[in-house]
Structures are given as structure tokens and as C-alpha cells.
């Protein structure tokens, strides 16, 4: 089993709304649909988020309770924020990116990241050396350290729209999303959503939404 620390929109947002509206493969126009399935598998199966901590395993003498308990003091330290997102592309994949760099959500996922290093199993060997292809010395060490290389000064807010795709694929997709996300408001990240993977392969589920409550200074 293992869990990972999110964020998932408002069910009622516009953010909201433009995942559903994507990830429903009834919507897609008939000139997309199959290039949206196959493209949109992983998307569908790690859900509408934007990663905050990514997946992981708790280690021995880690219970649930204690991960509930750390996400908690992290929400009780970070106030909600607002995020205007735009269409972009990460790693070569469409995603949704912010506008301009934000200090307060780089600090509450490296927030997430320490609080969860203490109970996170670390990751077996192979695990390790198959993920660490492609890294450069940086991001392995906090492969090494962390379990995951995009952490801290690599981080990088953002909502996976679709798989790596072709030119022309990517165009057909673009189409369809350049004017909703154009007008979209901006994003209101006011919670942490705690979410599951109960079997390897299986799509994460919500478990639990930490409202962030520190109070913001005048």
C-alpha cells in the first residue's frame, strides 16, 4: 500500500470541473477521443492533483494515525494560497503550470517532504537504480535521500494533463483545452489531500482533506 500527499480542487471549483470535464472520456470530441485514452491512463489512475508529496510506503513502527498526525502539523502551519495556472508543458507532457514561481507552495511541499521522511520506508535498491537513469547529481541524492529526486529547489507545482505525446497529438489536445484553461480563475489551494493506493496499479483514492488553517499576517 501506499500513500501520497496532493492537491485535489474544490469539488464545486472551475478547477474542478475542467478535470472532470477531461478525464471523462465521454466528453472528448470523436477527432480526439482515442488519442485522449491512450494518453490519459496514468492521469485517470493517479487522479486530478497536483503532487505536493509524491507516492511512498510507510516504513516499520509507521501507522496511519502517525502520517494523519504530520499532515496535520503541516496544515496548521501554512495558510491557503491562490495560484494562477496557465497551459504549459513539463518533461515533455502537458500540464497545468503556474504563471510565476510561488515561495509559499515550494514551502509547503518541502514542508510535506520532511514531514513524511520519518515514517516513509526507504526505497528497495533496484527500485533505486531503475528510477536513477536520466538524474543529474542533485536530483539523485534526493533520490537517495528522500525517495523521489524532484524535491526542494526541483520541485515544480504542477497538474499532468496527458502522457508525452506526438506533435500533431499534442496539437488535437491543445485545441481542446488552450481556451478552457485560459479561463480558468485562479487556483485556491487550501487543503492537503491525503490519498491511497491500496494495491500496486490500482488508481489512488482520497482518504482524508486537511484544510491549511494558519492564520495569514496582515
Do not use: K
Amino acid at each position: 500500500m501506499r500513500y501520497a500527499v496532493y492537491f485535489c480542487p474544490a469539488p464545486a471549483s472551475a478547477l474542478a470541473a475542467l478535470g472532470r470535464d477531461w478525464l471523462d472520456a465521454a466528453l472528448a470530441p470523436a477527432g480526439i477521443l482515442g488519442i485522449r485514452n491512450a494518453l490519459l491512463a496514468d492521469v485517470r489512475r493517479y487522479g486530478w492533483h497536483a503532487t505536493l508529496r509524491s507516492p511512498f510506503t510507510l516504513g516499520p513502527g509507521s501507522e496511519l494515525g502517525d502520517l494523519r498526525r504530520a499532515l496535520a502539523a503541516v496544515a496548521q502551519r501554512h495558510a491557503p494560497m491562490n495560484i494562477a495556472l496557465r497551459l504549459g508543458r513539463l518533461g515533455g507532457f502537458l500540464a497545468l503550470r503556474p504563471t510565476a514561481e510561488c515561495a509559499a507552495v515550494h514551502a509547503l511541499a518541502a514542508a510535506c517532504t520532511e514531514a513524511i521522511e520519518p515514517l516513509r520506508a526507504p526505497l528497495a535498491e533496484p527500485e533505486f537504480q531503475r528510477r536513477a537513469g536520466g538524474l543529474d547529481a542533485i536530483e539523485t541524492l534526493y533520490l537517495q535521500r528522500y525517495g523521489y529526486p524532484y524535491v526542494f529547489d526541483r520541485y515544480r507545482f504542477h497538474m499532468t494533463l496527458s502522457a508525452p505525446a506526438t506533435v500533431e497529438e499534442e496539437r488535437a489536445l491543445q485545441r481542446w483545452l488552450a481556451m478552457r484553461a485560459a479561463m480558468l480563475p485562479a487556483a485556491r489551494i487550501d487543503a492537503l489531500t491525503l490519498c491511497v493506493e491500496r494495491s500496486p496499479g490500482s488508481a489512488f483514492e482520497p482518504l482524508e482533506r486537511i484544510a491549511l488553517h494558519r492564520a495569514s499576517v496582515a
